[in-house]
């Protein structure tokens, strides 16, 4: 009697199966890597080199053609200039066709050359800042005003780049350098741990309370939930802008309640002195994601086996010694994952503070350090440079997070 | 500690505290006028009252409402819990009074409710604590949550002068009529807000289609067939949420200005729905797991093929989800702004978040800024309100990009 084995390796029905789970998935892997893959390695590539925001033109050469003079003078020229003052441009070429009707006229100049209608000048290397002036007469039959729109309507052709910084092969440390110099930086960072660390934890504490609060059925409780939703509905500048409008020196309402109120006795600038801005900043990051944090636990809340608190109501537990011993045990899943999740997006946020304060005042964390670097200095490479510090930091919170939240979710 | 006595006294006091403070910023709001809570008085007159309500259980009912009356009445002169300005109206006045009075004696008929004035159990304490920790728990949360969107509403009706006299003063003038949306009529007819508007609401449909017709096969794979490389994905799509935004801006714009798609719409429509489409499949395969395989099977039992089961028998049955996930993606799409400011330069092409930042200058007056904030909430907040359940459904199943 044979005993039945069973089959090894992977049946025709399972690869075939593998096949189409990989077609099903090839958009979307594809446009991810190119969006989100392909820019990463971009930014790790920048890091390395001085580009800046004047970069992003690179040196080209620029062609003008014109019909001048008259009567016997007449002639075509070309004003051939390289768009940088200091860079050279390799290979440079000018092609064109004279239209019909126009009948060049004797020589033109060395690097030049006519062959019938068609002209052809290879100047080679075009220094910075240089310019070059091609003359070729010509004679015209019929009135020259006609002909000038049709000469200088027919676009020459013109060949040549200038060495891009992106794509060549020198690489310097040099962005680093001066992202790491000085106090700034270690100022950028610690504006950074304070706003992600105090901003978790104050939205999530707020959470608690207000799940707390809504934890039971009564009229109301759900338009109740959706109003404390709304801050995180709201699109961010509508509500960043009211805060700005809000909490104005001049004209804002908050400071008028607080001089009417004797609180203080002048207006304050919350978002304009120092310490003060960053605890706005932060406030405002409580303000915006508690409801995130509240509609989680809520949630998990919910789901809390009610036999639970009846056993313990039987046990005579007192309603803080049930808080304290049944439902925060049970909550501190949920606690410790929104922990995580959010003090990464809290240390991503850029939005929120580069709408309040635009970085100034003391506000300024990493991302906006960013964008501060890229844009306000125009200097791409150094902001790339904080960049990858931020990706390096966020690698090492993703590690931290696997080995809890594989625990927690059984991912 | 565990006193009638002594626990009433201290809720009463703290609570006089919280409501004198509510009413006056309320009141302040509403009228523009002088309020300001009197935190020592409010201390004093509460305690009062706490023992008063402590020692008259509730079937002495006409002794607790006269404390809290004589309470509200002491507003009228400088030794109440709320000093009332000199310049304001008698209405105003009136309603303070009336205010202090009956909100104080309901509030603390239902803190202190059967509190005895001696001895407490430990229930019994800890029940009141609670009960006052509710009571300010929903003052505080609606007050932070409402006061800066009445602030926001309020003040796009206001003109500039109004404004900077007294910015309290949110009293609408209501003889003026249609006039009192002159900062929307401007916003439509000189800032082409309209346009704004239909831009926003495209790009944010069809991000919405996009995302889906990316994430529906994918997050089906991903639930339903074994194959080599499963659990990475499911793992890196989650990784995918961690990177921020404005470091992937960074060569966006790069790439954009090199191939002449930055300050295109073309090209925010193309990025859109990337940033959307790992929530997406996650959210999406979440719900299929859910979905009972059986039916599947006896549909590719039946002759249907893989791509038809999905077709005619998974979405049909998914839909609720995938209204949760196109909100969410609605949503995401409509108030997304770092994109747009990066990529959008050429006023005719912007979306609405890029053109109510460009309404902050100090040229443009700030009701202008604020009513360009309202007309895009307005549309959000109707689609949340009307569909609630979906979106929090949605909010809660996608753990939610931040």
């Known amino acids: 009697m044979t005993s039945a084995t069973p089959p090894t390796g992977t049946g025709a029905l399972a690869k075939r199966e593998a096949r189409l789970a990989w077609t099903l998935l090839a958009p979307t892997i594809i446009s991810v890597s190119l969006v989100v893959i392909l820019p990463l390695l971009a930014i790790f590539w920048i890091s390395f080199k001085p580009f800046t925001l004047s970069d992003l033109r690179p040196p080209a050469p620029v062609v003008r053609e014109s019909l001048r003079g008259s009567g016997d003078d007449l002639r075509i020229e070309y004003r051939l200039r390289n768009s940088s003052q200091d860079i050279a441009i390799d290979g440079v070429t000018v092609r064109d066709v004279l239209p019909d009707g126009v009948m060049p006229l004797g020589d033109i100049a060395a690097p030049c050359a006519l062959t019938g209608q068609e002209l052809f000048c290879d100047f080679g290397t075009l220094e910075g800042g240089q310019r070059e002036r091609i003359r070729v007469p010509v004679a015209v039959d019929g009135d020259p005003d006609a002909f000038e729109d049709l000469v200088e309507g027919s676009e020459p052709t013109v060949t040549g780049s200038g060495p891009s910084v992106l794509t060549n092969f020198e690489f310097s440390l040099e962005n680093f350098a001066r992202v790491f110099d000085g106090d700034e930086f270690w100022g950028v960072l610690w504006v950074t741990l304070f706003y992600t660390v105090f901003g978790t934890i104050g939205a999530l504490v707020m959470g608690l309370f207000a799940a707390l609060l809504l934890n039971k059925s009564f009229k109301g409780q759900g338009f109740i939930r959706g109003l404390y939703l709304f801050p995180y509905v709201a699109p961010v500048i509508a509500v960043a802008f009211t805060w700005v409008t809000l909490f104005d020196p001049f004209s804002g309402s908050a400071n008028a309640l607080l001089v009417q109120m004797g609180l203080s006795s002048e207006p304050i600038n919350f978002f304009g002195e120092r310490p003060l801005a960053l605890i706005m900043v932060t406030v405002f990051e409580i303000w915006r994601y508690f409801p995130l944090s509240f509609l989680f636990i809520l949630a998990r809340m919910q789901s809390i086996d009610s036999s639970m608190y009846e056993a313990a109501d039987m046990d005579g537990a007192s309603p803080f010694q049930k808080f304290w011993l049944l439902s925060i045990p049970q909550l501190l899943g949920i606690l410790s994952v929104l922990f995580l999740l959010r003090f990464i997006w809290t240390f991503n946020k850029f939005d929120d503070i580069f709408l309040l304060t635009g970085g100034n005042a003391g506000t300024r964390t990493l991302t906006v350090n960013v964008y501060e670097q890229a844009f306000a200095v125009s200097n791409i490479g150094a902001g790339a440079a904080v960049a990858v510090v931020i990706l390096l930091c966020l690698i090492t919170f993703s590690l931290v997070f696997f080995k809890f939240i594989s625990r927690e979710e059984g991912l | ?402």
């Open chain 2, 1 to 402: 500690m565990r006193q009638g006595y002594f626990t009433g006294p201290i809720l009463g006091a703290l609570w006089l505290v919280v409501i004198a403070t509510t009413i006056a910023v309320t009141m302040s709001f509403a009228t523009g006028a002088a309020f300001r809570p009197q935190v020592l008085l409010s201390v004093i007159w509460g305690a009062l009252a706490g023992l008063a309500y402590v020692r008259f259980p509730a079937r002495h009912a006409s002794a607790r409402l006269g404390v809290s009356a004589l309470l509200g009445l002491t507003c009228l002169t400088s030794f109440g819990p709320v000093l009332i300005g000199s310049d304001t109206t008698l209405q105003a006045v009136l309603v303070t009074v009336v205010a202090i009075a009956a909100v104080m004696h309901l509030s603390m008929a239902e803190i202190l409710k059967e509190l005895p004035f001696g001895e407490l159990t430990r229930h019994e304490y800890e029940d009141a604590v609670i009960r006052f920790c509710t009571g300010f728990g929903y003052i505080f949360f609606t007050a932070i949550v409402v006061i800066p969107f009445y602030v926001m509403v309020m003040t796009s009706l206001k003109s500039q002068q109004a404004l900077l006299q007294n910015p309290l003063d949110f009293s609408l003038d209501l003889d003026q009529g249609w006039a009192l949306f002159r900062s929307y009529t401007e916003l439509f007819r000189d800032f082409n807000f309209g346009s704004y508007l239909w831009t926003s609401f495209y790009v944010s449909v069809l991000t919405v289609f996009i995302t889906l017709a990316f994430s529906i096969p994918g997050a089906y794979a991903v639930a339903r067939f074994r194959f080599k490389g499963q659990k990475a994905f499911s793992r890196s799509i989650l990784l995918i949420y961690m990177v921020p935004m404005i470091v992937l801006a960074l060569p966006i714009y790069i790439a954009f200005s090199l191939t002449g798609l930055r300050n295109s719409i073309l090209g925010i429509v193309m990025i859109y729905p990337v940033t959307t489409i790992p929530v997406a499949l996650y959210m999406l395969q979440g719900y299929f797991r859910g979905l009972p395989t059986e039916v599947e099977e006896a549909g590719l039992m039946d002759g249907l093929s893989r791509l038809a089961v999905i077709w005619k028998i998974t979405l049909p049955l998914s839909l609720p989800a995938l209204a949760s996930v196109s909100l969410y993606v609605f949503m995401i799409a409509w108030n997304e702004f770092l994109l747009a400011f990066m990529l959008l330069d050429d006023p005719s092409k912007f979306t609405l978040t890029r053109g109510v930042t460009m309404l902050n200058s100090s040229e443009i007056p700030r009701q202008h800024l604020m009513a360009g904030a309202v007309i895009a909430t307005i549309p959000i907040m109707a689609l949340f309100l009307g569909l609630e359940r979906f979106m929090t459904k949605g909010l809660t199943a996608g753990s939610v990009k931040g």
